[in-house]
């Protein structure tokens, strides 16, 4: 029976506290109160105050009908004062959310912010996913969001269709196509040096390290040293999972056409063994060997540490 009457105090507080310092139709009395009594004008503006009276007044009618003890009493007080409290700040935040939302309007086409529909990303509105999407697709991301503290690459929320995905083969008729493709290997240096698509460029997201594979924190700044943003891009790995990674972090920092190989180098095969997307090598396409001068890593990161172009 009291946590039925509690919480009756705390819609009736909330409710008669909402109403004296907000309904229109308690607009006068507040003018009124405002002109010629500093208390009282203080008690309305401010909701703890005018809450906890409400709060003791709720109480005491309950008393006087039910003859609580004085815990329940003020049990009553305190929880009919902070709980009405609480119910109309939630309100208020509420309110001014909507209203902030209502003066909004969609980042790219300027569309009105509607309730249900819109969606909101890194403060700003977007009336359609289409619309986020779209930002996704054409913003280059700051370095802090694209890697880590150790230096891995963070995978990125993008646009499904902002880099394309092709074979090897249709990778290779690519560049044989002479329309400016450049095929940049992930892999590390040693898997580089062991065998890699014949004219392809080094560039890992990984080095291979005596305690596994490291992120290399070098990659998006070696590969925007030499590389403008709208250069022409294959990227692949030994079976199409770095390479993925690095397309979504190339897309995210504002390269325009990046195509992602699938199955890379080595190919991928399912647990029988069977294979799945055959690798460039098994295919027998053009491969090459060891480090070739001005496609290497080191002479790549040589360069940017030398700050040549």
């Not at 009457?5 to 008669?16: G, M, R, Y």
């Not at 009594?37 to 105050?49: I, V």
């Not at 009618?61 to 009553?76: G, R, V």
Request: proline content about 6%; overall charge positive.
């Amino acid at each position: 029976m009291l946590f039925v009457e509690i919480i009756a105090l705390v819609a009736l507080t909330a409710a008669l506290t909402r109403f004296l310092r907000q309904a229109p139709q308690t607009h006068d009395i507040r003018h009124w109160v405002a002109g010629h009594s500093r208390l009282l004008h203080q008690l309305f503006t401010c909701p703890h105050c005018l809450s906890f009276w409400i709060a003791v007044a709720g109480t005491s009618a309950a008393w006087l009908l039910a003859n609580h003890s004085a815990l329940e009493t003020a049990a009553m007080i305190l929880l009919g004062w902070r709980g009405a409290y609480f119910v109309n700040k939630s309100l208020d935040q509420r309110r001014d959310r909507l209203r902030h939302r209502a003066g909004r309007s969609c980042y790219i086409c300027d569309a009105p912010f509607v309730q249900g529909t819109s969606i909101e990303r890194g403060g700003r509105a977007f009336c359609s996913m289409t619309c986020w999407f779209d930002h996704l697709r054409t913003r280059p991301a700051s370095r802090k969001e694209l890697v880590g503290r150790s230096g891995e690459l963070i995978r990125q929320e993008i646009y499904p269709l902002s880099y394309k995905n092709v074979t090897n083969k249709e990778a290779h008729d690519l560049l044989e196509q002479g329309t400016g493709y450049v095929y940049v290997d992930v892999r590390s240096v040693p898997e580089f040096q062991n065998g890699h698509p014949g004219g392809a460029v080094n560039v890992p997201v990984f080095h291979r390290e005596p305690v596994g594979m490291v992120p290399n924190p070098d990659f998006l700044t070696v590969m925007e040293t030499h590389f403008p943003r709208d250069s022409k891009l294959l990227i692949g790995c030994q079976s199409g999972q770095r390479s993925l990674r690095a397309a979504e972090a190339l897309i995210a920092a504002g390269f325009q056409d990046v195509t992602n190989v699938k199955g890379g180098y080595g190919g991928v095969r399912d647990p029988s063994g069977q294979s799945v997307e055959p690798g460039w090598f098994e295919q027998g396409l053009p491969t090459d060997s060891g480090e070739p001068e001005d496609r290497s890593y080191s002479v790549l990161a040589g360069r940017r540490r030398d700050g040549n172009p």
